[in-house]
């Protein structure tokens, strides 16, 4: 599993949190258990090998910044995303943009800069999305770098 699939795999956590409404650590771990993870290799490319160490951290490190800054992260998306309340907003283009706003501002890692988190939210939206909603995503992504990250 690369990085890119660890921030997907990431992103499907998060879409599971929001629809079972289970934000806690058991999420997490009930979704890596191993006999759940065998249906989902069944069912999807995603999951056919699953994630080393380092990849399961970084999946992990990811979801709790969400789960405990998925408030802050929506104010954000609420701010940037003109006209658009958070519950218009699809469950997986929000799980999408909270990954991404979380780990620019939460995520410490060396090799992850703020435009590739925005490429790889883009990139991911594209599979779940319609070219209008990944337009959406980026759009408020960069809205967001201009306006937080860019010129604090």
């Given at each position: 599993?690369?990085?890119?699939m660890?921030r997907?795999?990431?992103?499907r956590?998060?879409?599971?949190a929001?629809?079972?409404?289970?934000w806690?650590?058991?999420?997490?771990v009930?979704?890596?258990?191993?006999?759940?993870?065998?249906?989902?290799?069944?069912?999807?490319?995603?999951?056919?090998?699953?994630?080393?160490?380092?990849?399961?951290a970084?999946?992990?490190?990811?979801?709790?910044a969400?789960?405990e800054?998925k408030?802050?992260a929506d104010?954000?998306?609420?701010k940037?995303?003109?006209?658009?309340?958070?519950?218009?907003?699809?469950?997986?283009?929000?799980?999408?943009?909270?990954?991404?706003?979380?780990?620019m501002i939460?995520?410490?890692a060396?090799?992850?800069?703020?435009?590739?988190?925005?490429?790889?939210a883009?990139e991911?939206a594209?599979?779940?999305?319609?070219?209008?909603?990944?337009?959406?995503i980026?759009?408020?992504?960069?809205?967001?770098?201009?306006?937080?990250?860019?010129?604090p």
């Open positions: 599993m690369t990085r890119t660890a997907e795999a990431a992103v956590l998060c879409f599971s929001e629809l079972t409404e289970n806690g650590a058991s999420q997490a009930d979704f890596f258990d191993s006999e759940y993870y065998a249906t989902l290799c069944e069912e999807d490319d995603l999951f056919r090998k699953e994630p080393d160490a380092a990849q399961l970084y999946i992990g490190t990811l979801f709790e969400v789960a800054h408030d802050e104010a954000y998306i609420s940037y995303a003109k006209g658009w309340t958070i519950a218009r907003i699809s469950k997986i283009s929000l799980a999408i943009l909270r990954c991404a706003i979380c780990e939460y995520v410490e060396d090799d992850v800069s703020d435009s590739v988190a925005i490429n790889e883009v991911i594209k599979h779940y999305e319609e070219p209008e909603t990944v337009s959406f980026n759009g408020v992504l960069g809205s967001f770098y201009r306006g937080e990250r860019e010129n």
